[in-house]
């Protein structure tokens, strides 16, 4: 102990050279740094003296573990471990012995200051060890993720793998010495603070180790945890832990969870409940614009708030109020974590219906906090308090009386343009539905009329209750009302105690008539009787109740209160000789009546709040419904998932309108997202193949009568896509086979079904060949005897369905054995067709709507399964002409009976029934556009597959020869196969040009079945006054465009009279027929149609709202597939996009959709949409005009776009003319998100549209532009540009209104004169004029080339024979009835459109 005495005092250095210095103080200092190779035998002769002399043993040896921490960095692993050990072991060993050291009495100064001093050292050497080793941990995994260190595993293997394992025990023994009582050591004072801090910042150091947070630290954090635990309860350290738990949380970001977690530890096991206040009150006073400023730093704060609230709610909710001034900073992130505390105070501290009327003050207050930030300016904010709410209803924590304004706001949020707000507002809505606490099923109707029924009974309650509750006075009232007398009366009677009345009053015998005789005189209110009666009743009953009171002290009021008693107590009724028992009795019966009508009124309110509020409620989610339906086509797939998610949920909840959005979102199933598609499939999954049935059988019907109610009046696009996903869960084996058993009962009517079921269960059976043919092609039999037999007549609807059902065998064949295998078709004898042959001949002679579909469907049939087709179809015309004939025979012999009028009908073709001409025009349509199907694709397809075996055939008869002469013919041979493919390629061409002859010179001369047919239809196209009859005309229309499709040369010759149909016609149908058969014209032969292309695009402005979405839809393919030009004339699509129907603006929404998809294509038509739309001409008004351009310009995304738009323009100003073109332009500035780039440009250009800011709509649109670019949170330079430009604006503007007074009063300045530009603007493309016009109206398009012009003044003597009908001459002149044009409006010049096969039919 002598050595120990003599050793100076160690001072606890601030770095690891303080120690070589000498303060002049007499403080330690390093005698020696050992080198490298000493410090292995410097560390054993410490170890010795660490067992001779214990702890202790350090004040000789100290400057050997120095040395080993002064050359960390290249000293040895060994070495390096070594030290470690013998360090924990040496401060071990002393924190064990320091106990009874300390307790014994006889401790000398110079023992304890020699512990005092081993203790440091030994804590300062193991601490250094620590962080050295810490360090070195932290470089190797940092060159662990460096893939270009060499042998980095190697590395981190023998440097840290000690450590590893050494960490929690150390921290565990630093703990162990922290909770000694060491003041002692100190002279009975507190624990020097460098020897605490030293340890604490050995636990800082580690928790700044960015991987701490991972799981396999959890027990070094919990070590870490302890560790500062002790030195905040032992040591109080509270304050410099404050600080530097801020600082670290300032930047670190990885701590925040950590320090959540160690601070709700102390404030739980430890009692340290002030330090989250103090923790919070340190982040409170931060300022909100630094924080703004410092995104590292807020973010920490904001995770540890919200961890923190989480795990100890209730004492963050003590300390809210230091946090509430940041909800109105500039940061988002601490307004989410402060409302993320918030919510969860609401979740588990202010819950519940038991809560006292501050808690319930400062819940209402926190919610509408909350709701008020739904609503907040950052994006992110809103979407957090919609995903706060969603818990909160979750853990139906929302009041009931708070329901609906939160669920007005969430369905607010479904028009937010932030997708991820949108997200979360859908899945918001869901949790209500899910936890709504009203009904399980919420339709509108089924709360409409239980509520109004509970209204009108409420009301007649309450007007029953006030009707028979009279004014009822208590007797307390009418005592506090009798009292001011009484008291007087009282009063007076003691002033004349002394006179005697007249009337002497003696008090009865018993109490009982003593109380009835002065309650009596109360009730005849005589007040000074009843106080003389009470005065003696006093003296005489004296102790006796009610006459019981201390008379000495105030006798005026013991009077006044046995009077009050005895009044309250009597309860009088009206007539005073009633017994009073009886009335008492009676009086609380009528009390307790009146207790029950209100009760039973308060329930009856009740009740009407309830239904009220599930009222209100279904009718937000049915507001929901619709808005959400709409966001199943956005662009984000996230939005579009929650949105099937949420129609999923509202279905189970019975909600009628669900149905819609089941429908809706079947689409969806084609799209190219795999994520959609799945979840298209997934809630389908949900909905039908989940059934809650317990038997297959039962499960089934369900399935079967679910799927049957989707395609009541379901639209062909709806039924394609249920299609697509039913004959995905045939592929997986997800539907039942007791489900296609149920399917063919219900179709030959084993089972007991009603007609739309049967024609239902065909449909499903069709769509489940899709997946899996064998369904049908089993069954074939049964499908022709029962749904193509003689009843078939009855129902053409189900034998419709029939034909489609079997057309799936030729859609989808069974797989082909061989490559160049034949087809799949059936004989002609087949008795399919001849069960199709007789249907449609039977219904051919009887009216009937539903026989067309049928015939389409039957001939496509036909032309898809038959050998020989066209023969099996022709004697079908042949059939039905037959029967036309004969019925026109038997009108004829009708009309020349002499009885008949003279003025009789003599037209042929007049005298057959309307609906047999219909029959008849619609069913050669028909077969003519289906037998140029099937030359164009089945046999020419058959022509190129034996054309391909018969060279297969030659090739192997060559092929030993060629092998013989291969060796001398090589040369050759590489020639022969050249030849060989370009024949292969030649022959194509022959079969091609072969079928092109057929359809051109075969199929409508005068030997085809065809030709026969020809001049009716003509005649019924062009005397539209003579047919007036719409289904006539419509099927005349069609089979026209069907006829045309055939020839190119036929098409030449009537295109004309096709147009001027589809411009002159007064009917819709017409119109829209004749649209779809230009736009298949466009795509068989383009070089025809294309001069007539403006009269396509004209009839996108048609009055009927059908034939303009038909329009929209051929123009929208035809534009898509380049078919025909774009430029100039697509601003009428655009203008589709405020049409008053929504389903045309729908289909222009998609075509848009379609086209951004295409490179640059709707940046490239921009400029001339802009132009057309804001031309005076156009009539397309400014808000119009808006809505337009803020959907166009939605799809402007690139940069490079935006900066060219810019400045285009702006070009633009120089040739706008009127002020309506200045503000539209302007306004389209306003749509692009402009850069620092486009900033450039606006400056660059700024001379373009200078003179025009003094109108203030142009300057106001300048001005939100530079205000959302400011918004964008810019850098400085671009800001000081935006600033300029801001002067600049000002400056020209204010300059432009001081100048106009003087332009008005004769300037010499040139102003532009718009009447002047007129002349330029004639020559541009003009409007088409409305349709119907008058014939002299009609222009043919002027035109284009010299060579068609001489090509067809070469074809023109071929002119088309001119048919004429008596009827025709006798009845109607020429200029009435004919709807042709003249012959010289004929287009003479094409612009030939390059395809590659102009003759395929596509």
């Not at 009931?400 to 028009?415: D, H, K, P, Y």
Request: net charge negative; proline share 4%.
């Amino acid at each position: 102990m002598a050595g120990a005495a003599v050793a100076p005092h160690f001072q606890l250095p601030l770095a690891l050279a303080d120690l070589l210095r000498d303060d002049g103080r007499g403080h330690y200092v390093v005698q020696e740094v050992l080198p490298v190779g000493e410090l292995p035998p410097s560390l054993a002769a410490f170890r010795a003296a660490f067992r001779a002399r214990g702890a202790l043993a350090v004040l000789q040896h100290f400057d050997s573990v120095y040395s080993v921490l002064y050359h960390f960095r290249t000293v040895g692993t060994a070495v390096k471990e070594n030290a470690l050990e013998l360090m924990v072991n040496v401060v071990s060993h002393h924190s064990n012995e320091l106990p009874s050291i300390l307790s014994d009495s006889g401790l000398s100064h110079a023992d304890r200051a020699a512990h005092l001093n081993a203790l440091k050292m030994n804590c300062y050497l193991l601490t250094s060890l620590m962080d050295a080793f810490e360090m070195e941990t932290r470089k190797n995994s940092l060159l662990e993720a460096n893939p270009g260190g060499k042998n980095k595993k190697n590395h981190a293997k023998t440097s840290g793998s000690l450590w590893e394992e050494e960490r929690e025990p150390v921290l565990q023994l630093l703990t162990q010495v922290l909770q000694l009582d060491l003041r002692q050591l100190w002279g009975g004072l507190s624990v020097e603070e460098e020897f605490v801090s030293l340890m604490m910042g050995s636990c800082y150091r580690i928790l700044e180790n960015p991987s701490i947070g991972l799981q396999r630290y959890r027990a070094t954090r919990e070590a870490v945890t302890h560790l500062l635990a002790g030195a905040l309860v032992h040591c109080g350290q509270m304050f410099s832990a404050t600080l530097k738990i801020t600082q670290m949380l300032q930047h670190f970001e990885h701590v925040a969870p950590v320090f959540a977690e160690a601070v709700s530890l102390w404030a739980e096991e430890y009692g340290l409940k002030s330090l989250v206040g103090e923790l919070l009150r340190e982040i409170g006073q931060k300022c909100p614009q630094d924080l703004a400023r410092e995104a590292s730093g807020v973010k920490g704060y904001s995770t540890f708030i919200t961890e923190l609230a989480g795990q100890i709610p209730a004492l963050v909710l003590s300390n809210m109020s230091v946090l509430l001034h940041h909800l109105d900073g500039e940061s988002y992130m601490m307004r989410n974590a402060i409302l993320a505390a918030m919510a969860e105070a609401l979740m588990k501290v202010l819950n519940g219906n038991e809560l006292e009327e501050a808690a319930r003050g400062t819940r209402d207050e926190f919610l509408s906090l909350l709701q008020a930030h739904m609503c907040d300016v950052h994006s992110f904010v809103r979407s957090r308090v919609l995903q706060l709410f969603t818990r909160i209803v979750q853990c139906k924590a929302l009041p009931l009386t708070q329901f609906q304004s939160v669920v007005s706001l969430a369905v607010g949020r479904l028009n937010d343009k932030s997708v991820i707000v949108v997200k979360n507002a859908i899945q918001l809505l869901a949790a209500f539905l899910s936890n709504n606490p009203f009904s399980c099923k919420l339709s509108c109707a089924d709360f409409e009329k239980p509520l109004k029924k509970e209204v009108q009974k409420l009301q007649e309650m309450r007007d029953r209750v006030k009707s028979t509750a009279a004014p009822v006075i208590t007797p307390e009232e009418e005592w506090e009302a009798m009292l001011p007398e009484v008291r007087a009366t009282v009063q007076q009677l003691f002033q004349q105690q002394q006179e005697m009345e007249e009337e002497v009053l003696e008090v009865e015998e018993t109490v009982e008539s003593a109380v009835e005789q002065i309650t009596g005189l109360l009730r005849k209110l005589n007040y000074k009787s009843a106080a003389r009666l009470t005065q003696k009743a006093l003296c005489r009953f004296q102790g006796k109740e009610p006459f019981s009171g201390p008379m000495e002290e105030n006798e005026e009021a013991t009077i006044l209160d046995v009077l009050r008693r005895l009044y309250t107590g009597s309860c009088p009724g009206e007539n005073s000789e009633d017994p009073p028992n009886d009335s008492s009795t009676h009086k609380t019966k009528e009390v307790v009546k009146e207790k029950q009508s209100q009760t039973e009124l308060v329930k009856q309110e009740m009740l009407v709040q309830y239904l009220q509020d599930a009222y209100n409620f279904s009718v937000k989610i049915r507001e929901a419904l619709y808005l959400i339906s709409k966001l199943m086509y956005e662009s984000s797939v996230s939005v579009v998932q929650e949105a099937i998610e949420f129609f999923v949920t509202v279905s189970q909840f019975n909600v009628p309108e669900a149905v819609l959005g089941v429908r809706r979102m079947l689409p969806l199933i084609w799209s190219k997202e795999p994520g959609i598609k799945e979840a298209v499939l997934n809630a389908y999954r949900q909905l039908y193949l989940s059934p809650s049935e317990d038997s297959e059988r039962a499960k089934a019907q369900s399935l079967v009568r679910s799927l049957s109610l989707i395609m009541v009046d379901a639209s062909l696009e709806t039924i394609r896509c249920l299609e697509e996903i039913i004959a995905e869960f045939v592929q997986k084996d997800e539907i039942k086979p007791a489900v296609i058993q149920l399917l063919w009962e219900q179709f030959t009517e084993k089972s007991q079904c009603s007609p739309l079921e049967r024609r239902a269960a065909v449909i499903l059976l069709g769509m489940m060949a899709r997946g899996n043919p064998e369904i049908i092609g089993s069954n074939l039999d049964i499908l022709i005897t029962v749904g193509l037999s003689e009843k078939a007549c009855e129902d053409y609807r189900l034998a419709q369905e029939v034909c489609n059902v079997i057309s799936k065998l030729a859609s989808d064949p069974k797989p082909a054995t061989e490559k160049n295998s034949a087809p799949f078709r059936l004989s002609q004898n087949h008795m399919l067709f001849s069960c199709l042959s007789e249907t449609v001949s039977k219904g051919f002679a009887q009216p009937s709507t539903h026989w067309i579909p049928f015939m389409d469907t039957a001939v496509t049939l036909i032309y898809q399964l038959a050998e020989g087709p066209d023969e099996i179809c022709a004697h079908i015309l042949q059939v039905c002409s037959q029967q036309a004939l004969e019925k026109l025979q038997e009108a004829d012999g009708q009309n020349s009976d002499p009885k008949d009028s003279p003025s009789r009908d003599t037209a042929g073709a007049a005298s057959l029934p309307t609906f047999m001409l219909v029959h008849l025009v619609s069913l050669v349509g028909q077969v003519a556009v289906q037998q140029v199907a099937h030359l164009e694709v089945s046999v020419s397809a058959e022509l190129g597959r034996r054309r391909v075996l018969r060279e297969e055939k030659t090739k192997k008869r060559s092929d030993s020869s060629k092998q013989k002469q291969r060796s001398q013919t090589s040369g050759n041979e590489t020639t022969m196969e050249e030849e060989l493919g370009l024949v292969a390629a030649t022959a194509d061409d022959t079969e091609a040009e072969l079928i092109c002859n057929i359809c051109e010179t075969e199929l409508l001369d005068g030997k085809h079945l065809f030709s026969a047919f020809v001049p009716l239809v003509l005649k019924i196209c062009s005397n539209p006054g003579r047919y007036s009859d719409s289904a006539l005309s419509a099927a005349a229309a069609l089979t026209l465009g069907k006829l045309c499709m055939i020839s190119s040369e036929f098409c030449d010759t009537h295109l004309r009279l096709l147009f001027t149909m589809m411009e002159k016609s007064t009917l819709p149908g017409v119109r829209s027929n004749l649209i779809i058969a230009a736009g298949d014209l466009a795509i068989r032969f383009p070089n025809l149609v294309e001069p007539w292309t403006s009269h396509l695009y004209a009839r996108l402005q048609d009055p009927c709202p059908s034939v303009r979405q038909t329009a929209a839809l051929v123009m929208t393919q035809l534009i898509l597939k380049d078919m025909v030009k774009v430029k100039g004339q697509v601003s009428e699509m655009a203008a589709l996009l405020v049409d008053p129907d929504e389903a045309i603006v729908g289909v222009a929404q998609n075509f848009f959709s379609e086209l951004s998809n295409k490179d640059n294509a709707i940046y490239n038509l921009l400029p001339d949409i802009i132009s057309h739309l804001s031309n005076p001409n156009c009539s397309t008004e400014e808000e119009s005009f808006h809505t337009i351009m803020r959907h166009l310009f939605s799809y402007i995304t690139k940069d490079k776009q935006t900066e060219s738009l810019v400045e285009k323009l702006c070009q633009r100003f120089r040739t706008a003319r009127t002020e309506r073109q200045y503000r539209d332009l302007s306004h389209c500035l306003t749509l692009l998100p402009v850069s620092e780039r486009g900033l450039h440009k606006l400056q660059d250009n700024f001379d373009c549209f200078a003179d025009k800011l003094q109108d203030p709509a142009v300057y106001s649109c300048f001005q939100t532009l530079l205000a959302r670019f400011h918004r964008a949170g810019v850098k400085p330079e671009a800001k000081a540009l935006a600033e300029e430009l801001e002067q600049k604006l000002s400056a020209f503007r204010n300059r432009g209104l001081d100048s106009t007074d003087t332009c008005q009063e004769g300037s010499q300045i040139p102003m532009s004169v718009p009447a002047k530009q007129k002349p330029i603007r004639s020559s541009r493309h003009q409007p088409l004029s409305p349709a119907n016009r008058d014939d002299e109206d009609f222009v043919t398009p002027q035109p284009r080339t010299l060579r068609n012009q001489k090509r067809t003044q070469k074809r023109r003597p071929h002119k088309k024979a001119v048919i004429t009908f008596s009827s025709d001459e006798e009845n109607s002149s020429g200029d009435e009835l004919l709807a042709e044009l003249r012959e010289e409006e004929t287009p003479t010049k094409t612009t030939p459109i390059t395809r590659s096969s102009a003759r395929r039919l596509r």
